[in-house]
């Protein structure tokens, strides 16, 4: 899978800003619940507003929606959001029911695309990772993705200024993320939920980190 993610698309030529976002999504996963399969982060030099697990472990960021992002804690709201569906499981189900499961952990786990069957269920997968997850696969990753960003640090408010970030862009029409806009009800859910997050955790939170100068200086490598 990950094979014809790469082929399709342009990986972002700048190892500084690869081992960057390896750095965050290390640090998400090192408190995850999930740690026995090999996690790939990637940056894909593209404008698109999306970023994306692909089975495997793969998740990937577009450099479109990482020049939207204001800080770190952004940024690991994103993260820590595409780490849950993977632990959780979300795509491989997903692609065992459409597939079967003999076809889907041959296509996920390694296939050097001889088969027929292996050969047709890539383009399948491929059309099933862009497709978007169910709203109760969404509403568990971001409820997992919260507390997983507060483990390894990071404020949780930024996924609140995150969601709202994707709100707007939505409306704007640009929008991307894993199919979300901000028509869907749920993105006005999905932020009322995490402010209820911040305020119910007010207590805990106050040092936690948002990583603004350092993700500005990043940022800027992007131009
Ligand atoms: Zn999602």
């Given amino acids: 899978m990950a094979t014809q993610v790469e ?12 081992n960057y976002l390896n750095d965050i999504g290390q640090r998400i996963v090192s408190v995850s619940d999930r740690k026995d399969i090999n996690y790939h982060f990637k940056v894909i030099d593209s404008d698109q507003l999306n970023a994306f697990a692909a089975p495997g472990g793969y998740i990937y960021f577009y450099t479109g929606i ?9 940024l690991a709201a994103v993260m820590a959001h595409e780490i849950s569906h993977v632990v959780s499981r979300h795509g491989i189900k997903r692609m065992q029911a459409a597939l079967g499961v003999q076809v889907a952990y041959a296509l996920v786990f390694g296939s050097d695309g001889t088969s027929d069957a292996v050969n047709t269920a890539i383009g399948v997968g491929m059309g099933l990772t862009f497709a978007g997850y169910s709203r109760s696969n969404e509403r568990e990753a971001d409820m997992f993705g919260l507390h997983y960003m507060v483990l390894a640090g990071y404020h949780p408010r930024g996924a609140v200024t995150m969601f709202q970030k994707l709100a707007e862009l939505g409306g704007s029409g640009l929008s991307s993320y894993e199919q979300l806009v901000s028509s869907h009800p749920d993105t006005q859910e999905r932020i009322t939920r995490a402010k209820a997050y911040v305020t119910e955790n007010r207590a805990t939170i106050g040092k936690l980190s948002f990583g603004s100068k350092k993700y500005q200086q990043m940022k800027a490598r992007l131009k």
């Fill in 7 to 18: 082929q399709t698309e342009k990986v972002l030529d700048d190892p500084v800003w690869q």
């Fill in 66 to 74: 990482l020049k939207e992002i204001g800080n770190e804690a952004e």
